[in-house]
């Protein structure tokens, strides 16, 4: 039963307000705290101590307005938004639902922000606490949803004192096989087992892991680290909002100028003509049968009518934009220049 | 220091192979075990002791397309890929890289794959730990990546004997503001806290609980109330995967056949006239200068030539079908209908 872990509830930190020592307030709490200790402090008491408050109207549309304005300040990028819930990433790169903003142990006139950076916070706290003569790490954590999975987990929103990450990768199990991947979150595994003991309305604010091991002699990382640049996330954007981005990008294919004289014979307008045969295949596929003809040339497609009306030409013109958008659903980015004939499609986009 | 938790590693379990009894070898390494423990096992040797191992080759071309082979079978849904790396939903449910088949802690020639049913392994084991006269709770659990952090954590698969979610909606805080939204997914901070003493080469498969409380007298509803309906998902598809879905729908927009005398004063083939005007604003605003006509009805807009050429008709064509794409990114579907002077686009999808 050795090299287990404690969680270990904090109580009586009461109310806490602007300009509170954080320190003084778990210390005097929790005289039992020690060295190696880590502390897990919801950051909503951290926000309070920093005076991370906004005044709102207590209730009537004024107060919804105001919770917007706060919103948008607080927000860096839209990332998803259905019925009510608005999924943002923060200026600190986030991703949670109302920037984190939250209306909950706290007056009916004031929002709690998160802290202005969470890493110093902790830094800060963890500081306070070594000039008390204690060697702690310090994890502010708060509660956030996830992706496809129900309910609620508290993360860690920052950290001084700890890895934010435990690295598996390099290491081998009993089999030979590396371990490529593993690269464990333990900060927010930290800020899980502490909400365990904290509760939501039992003002249990901070709690202790007693245990762990593994801290680190100076601040470490923080947990920004734990932030996923959103140009490197597969899930950057809701998917409503990505589909609506997709069909943006359609109408967004715009044509070149008329080119009056320009024949089917002329050089490409522009890049290489480099196109996968097979994605052009499986787009011609995805379109059924066209209602215009159709030639698949070495570096594009020649569109033209079918048959000889003012409403066949129309249409090769909808058939030729229809088809640009399957080939850049594929990937195929083309080029369209438009004659009297009909349309040719380019492969490679224009400067 | 009351109310806290322990979480206590169980050593000594050794290799798990097909058949063996999990109760057997978890009592036999933790003669300690008592009731209202918190059992937290990894799935792998679930895995494992059901026999849930398909052979492959130990390298080679052959066992990627065996891996690849493997993957479809346990695959309901591709949600994202790029490069190396494929995320599915299960057949569970569960979101995840490669349908959480594993190549660690096992023999070079096969892969593991997740449980069957992981809640019914739960119940299962939960059942042959009381037939020992033990009542635990237990949680089946796995290593996740999440969206929008890096790092993985432990999430559960499965329970018995606990509720998956601790809810605290209807619950009021402090200062008596209710709390709407919280539902905490305790059976996921329980396998995060679980992990934090296992480590992922110790052979520590089994963590255990103590204090948590909050036992279900029955096995309750299991891990797959954590599982979110794909269609109430904001993230259910990744965002490139999504976008290429919003090109591949507007290329779907298909025309009507064509009319011959259909005249712009004619009925609206389908629907209801009805599109926000603001929505249609913003439409032809991301447009920006349209190369032909457009005339806004109050049942749709007609698109027609700026010039008297074969070319300037084409163009009407596809510039029809770009208000159409940016129409339907605002949420405004029209039906088409084109005759020998232009273009309507009637607002209401035909059926």
Chains 1, 2 share one sequence.
């Not at 200790?37 to 950051?43: A, F």
């Not at 996330?233 to 069909?247: I, K, P, V, Y």
């Amino acid at each position: 039963m050795n090299d287990g872990l404690e969680i270990l509830p904090v109580r009586g930190i009461g109310d806490v307000t602007a300009g509170d020592d954080l320190a003084e307030l778990i210390t005097g709490a929790a005289p039992w705290l020690a060295d190696g200790d880590v502390l897990v402090v919801t950051s909503k008491i951290v926000s309070k101590a920093e005076g991370r408050l906004v005044e709102v109207p207590a209730d009537g549309p004024e107060r919804e307005e105001a919770r917007q304005r706060v919103l948008a300040g607080e927000t860096a990028r839209l990332v998803a938004r259905r019925g009510n819930t608005t999924i943002v990433q923060t200026h600190h790169g986030f991703v949670m639902a109302a920037a984190g903003i939250d209306a909950s142990n706290v007056d009916k006139t004031h929002l709690v922000l998160l802290p202005e950076d969470p890493d110093a916070s902790a830094r800060r706290l963890r500081a306070d606490l070594r000039e008390r003569g204690l060697d702690v790490a310090v994890v502010v954590s708060d509660t956030m949803g996830r992706a496809w999975r129900n309910g609620l987990t508290d993360v860690a929103l920052g950290a001084a004192g700890i890895d934010a990450l435990l690295d598996h990768r390099g290491q081998f199990d009993p089999y030979g096989n590396e371990l490529s991947l593993t690269q464990m979150a333990v900060i927010d595994e930290l800020s899980a087992a502490a909400e365990l003991v904290k509760g939501k309305c039992d003002r249990v604010p901070v709690a202790v892991v007693r245990g762990y091991g593994r801290l680190t002699a100076d601040d470490g990382p923080g947990a920004k680290v734990l932030v996923r640049d959103s140009a490197e996330d597969m899930f950057g954007s809701g998917t409503a909002e990505a589909r609506a981005e997709g069909l943006r990008a359609a109408a967004a294919l715009p044509e070149l100028p008329h080119t009056g004289g320009r024949s089917l014979m002329d050089p490409p307008p522009a890049g290489p003509p480099a196109a996968d045969p097979a994605a052009v295949t499986r787009a011609l596929r995805t379109l059924g049968d066209l209602l215009v003809s159709n030639l698949r040339l070495d570096n594009g497609i020649r569109l033209t009518p079918a048959r000889d009306s003012p409403a066949a030409l129309i249409r090769t013109g909808a058939e030729a934009h229809r088809l640009r958008a399957a080939l850049a659903a594929e990937g195929v980015h083309t080029t369209a220049l438009t004659d009297d004939e009909g349309v040719t499609l380019y492969y490679g986009a224009s400067a």
